[in-house]
């Protein structure tokens, strides 16, 4: 089942955020962890912080467009995470 995930990490005391569309969420996230995801996810620690599963691979790469557009949402997600954590965990 397609999945459409949000995952933020610690750069330079903010939160930077990252979206992105998989499979297999608990292989995706390692790759992303293990420098071998995308370009901009190298580098960092990331944490899976949301995700919904979809009906197809269509409607999960739609979903992400318009995701990776919807700042407001990322944000509210980002706020509502550090509510739970310290940003510098």
């Given at each position: 089942?397609?999945?459409?995930?949000?995952?933020?990490?610690k750069?330079?005391?903010?939160?930077?955020?990252?979206?992105?569309?998989?499979?297999d969420?608990?292989?995706?996230?390692?790759?992303?962890?293990?420098?071998?995801?995308?370009?901009?996810t190298?580098?960092?620690?990331?944490?899976?912080?949301y995700?919904?599963?979809?009906?197809?691979?269509t409607?999960?790469?739609?979903?992400?467009?318009?995701?990776?557009?919807?700042?407001?949402?990322?944000?509210?997600?980002?706020k509502?995470?550090?509510?739970?954590?310290?940003i510098?965990?």
């Amino acid at each position: 089942m397609p999945y459409v995930y949000l995952i933020v990490s610690k750069n330079k005391k903010k939160l930077v955020s990252y979206v992105g569309w998989t499979i297999d969420l608990e292989k995706r996230l390692k790759l992303h962890n293990s420098n071998k995801g995308a370009k901009f996810t190298k580098g960092k620690k990331w944490k899976l912080i949301y995700h919904e599963s979809l009906l197809s691979k269509t409607k999960a790469m739609k979903r992400e467009y318009k995701l990776k557009k919807d700042i407001k949402f990322r944000n509210f997600m980002k706020k509502k995470f550090l509510k739970g954590k310290n940003i510098e965990e």
